[in-house]
């Protein structure tokens, strides 16, 4: 059964969230600055708490089932823009952004994102529309992402390296200065207007968010195939992104097992829009047109609970490694002061083996 929701609350609900966003957007502009953790911890509690409040909405007005898929859709796609947090880290890092005008980079990438989301989603809603076999597709297409997630992209330097190409052109066809304007994108140096190199942080910015949105909207889809649970599960995913990004800071790093949480739950995804493909099957080839009837039909709470305990496995076996080689790290700074103090090697050469049977 498709969605049905009062049109005044599906208007009304894009209304309010465009205003917010309008409204975060004119903060960042009047009031540029490196945000306090306080400051950040409030905003991001703010965001998620105005999802939960939506997907109380959801249910009173459409029902549990329907709200569960945009909870689960939220999930998913918050989780699919903390791991976009990280190439963001390396984009700023690699280009030298000034931190105070971070957060106007970010507001630019989380607009180009929802642009290219939207685009997607309007193209995806149309194929699944028309073509039920697109979900063999975008299952294949799931479960190779999360192989490719969990195994040859881990660290990220692969996604970072594909803006490479954007940002050579971008230097052959137009004059950039050497040196940032502030947050603006034009400048004049000596007399001659030239673009900064911010230009060049939003086209890599723009690049990431192409390839995380072609990622990002067959995940949401296996969840749900309502285009408004989708587009509101993104923007709900992406308000708050920004003070994440300063709240998370330096916890990236040690999130490094997140990205097995990320890639499990695609390649979840990805079987459960294989088997949804079976069970709803029209291609003539296979199983002679038929519908696969044993294929199972895995549920909206199931995927739920899969999306929450993957992510929470990830994240709690990546804070216990980081604190382990922690303490490591400091047992090693402690022999060292003591082996300055007294002048001795911080670890002694164990000798060379011998054979246990001989004596000394």
Same mark, same amino acid.
Request: glycine residues 6%; negative net charge.
């Given at each position: 059964?498709?969605?049905?929701?009062?049109?005044w609350?599906?208007?009304?609900?894009?209304?309010?969230?465009?205003?917010i966003?309008a409204?975060?957007?004119?903060?960042?502009?009047?009031?540029?600055h490196?945000?306090?953790?306080?400051?950040?911890?409030?905003?991001?509690v703010?965001?998620?708490?105005?999802?939960?409040?939506?997907?109380?909405?959801m249910w009173?007005f459409?029902?549990?089932?329907?709200?569960?898929q945009?909870v689960?859709?939220?999930?998913?796609?918050?989780?699919?823009s903390?791991?976009?947090?990280?190439?963001?880290?390396?984009?700023?890092?690699?280009?030298a952004?000034?931190?105070r005008?971070?957060?106007?980079?970010?507001m630019?990438?989380?607009?180009?994102?929802?642009?290219?989301?939207?685009?997607?989603?309007?193209?995806g809603?149309?194929?699944?529309?028309?073509?039920?076999?697109? %979900?063999?597709?975008f299952?294949? %297409?799931?479960?190779?992402?999360?192989?490719?997630?969990?195994?040859?992209?881990?660290?990220h330097?692969?996604?970072?390296?594909?803006?490479?190409?954007?940002?050579?052109?971008? #230097? #052959?066809?137009?004059?950039?200065?050497?040196?940032y304007?502030g947050?603006?994108?034009?400048?004049?140096?000596?007399g001659?207007k030239?673009?900064?190199?911010?230009?060049?942080?939003?086209?890599?910015i723009?690049?990431?968010?192409?390839?995380?949105?072609?990622?990002?909207?067959?995940?949401?889809?296996?969840?749900?195939?309502?285009?408004?649970?989708?587009?509101?599960?993104?923007?709900?995913?992406?308000?708050?992104?920004?003070?994440?990004?300063?709240?998370?800071?330096?916890?990236?790093?040690?999130?490094?097992?997140?990205?097995?949480?990320?890639?499990?739950?695609?390649?979840?995804?990805?079987l459960?829009?294989?088997?949804?493909?079976?069970?709803?099957?029209?291609?003539?080839f296979?199983n002679?047109g038929?519908?696969?009837?044993?294929?199972?039909?895995?549920?909206?709470?199931?995927?739920?609970?899969?999306?929450?305990?993957?992510?929470?496995?990830?994240?709690?076996?990546?804070?216990?490694?980081?604190?382990?080689?922690?303490k490591?790290?400091?047992a090693?700074a402690?022999?060292?002061?003591?082996?300055?103090?007294?002048?001795?090697?911080?670890?002694?050469?164990?000798?060379?083996?011998?054979?246990?049977?001989?004596?000394?």
């Amino acid at each position: 059964m498709d969605l049905q929701l009062p049109l005044w609350f599906e208007i009304g609900s894009l209304v309010v969230l465009t205003l917010i966003l309008a409204a975060d957007l004119l903060l960042i502009l009047k009031r540029p600055h490196i945000p306090s953790t306080r400051e950040s911890t409030l905003w991001v509690v703010f965001y998620v708490t105005l999802a939960l409040l939506f997907a109380g909405l959801m249910w009173i007005f459409a029902g549990g089932e329907y709200a569960g898929q945009f909870v689960a859709g939220w999930l998913t796609e918050y989780s699919l823009s903390i791991d976009n947090l990280f190439v963001f880290v390396l984009i700023m890092s690699q280009f030298a952004v000034p931190r105070r005008y971070q957060q106007e980079v970010l507001m630019v990438g989380i607009i180009i994102a929802l642009v290219l989301r939207g685009i997607f989603i309007l193209i995806g809603a149309a194929a699944i529309e028309q073509f039920s076999w697109i %979900f063999y597709i975008f299952g294949a %297409f799931l479960v190779w992402t999360a192989y490719r997630q969990a195994f040859p992209g881990g660290d990220h330097d692969d996604d970072v390296q594909k803006e490479n190409f954007i940002v050579r052109l971008l #230097r #052959r066809t137009i004059d950039i200065s050497d040196h940032y304007d502030g947050a603006k994108i034009r400048t004049v140096v000596n007399g001659k207007k030239m673009f900064t190199p911010m230009i060049i942080v939003f086209a890599a910015i723009g690049v990431t968010d192409l390839l995380f949105a072609i990622d990002s909207i067959p995940a949401i889809f296996g969840i749900t195939t309502s285009p408004f649970i989708v587009f509101t599960a993104n923007i709900f995913a992406l308000m708050g992104l920004r003070q994440l990004y300063f709240l998370l800071g330096d916890l990236l790093d040690r999130l490094r097992y997140l990205h097995y949480g990320i890639a499990f739950i695609l390649a979840f995804i990805g079987l459960k829009l294989v088997f949804h493909a079976m069970h709803v099957n029209e291609l003539p080839f296979i199983n002679g047109g038929e519908h696969i009837e044993w294929a199972p039909e895995i549920s909206t709470w199931m995927s739920l609970a899969v999306i929450i305990l993957s992510m929470a496995v990830a994240t709690v076996a990546s804070l216990i490694a980081s604190s382990r080689e922690k303490k490591a790290g400091s047992a090693d700074a402690a022999a060292q002061v003591v082996a300055d103090e007294k002048g001795t090697p911080p670890t002694v050469d164990q000798p060379a083996s011998s054979d246990p049977r001989r004596g000394a």
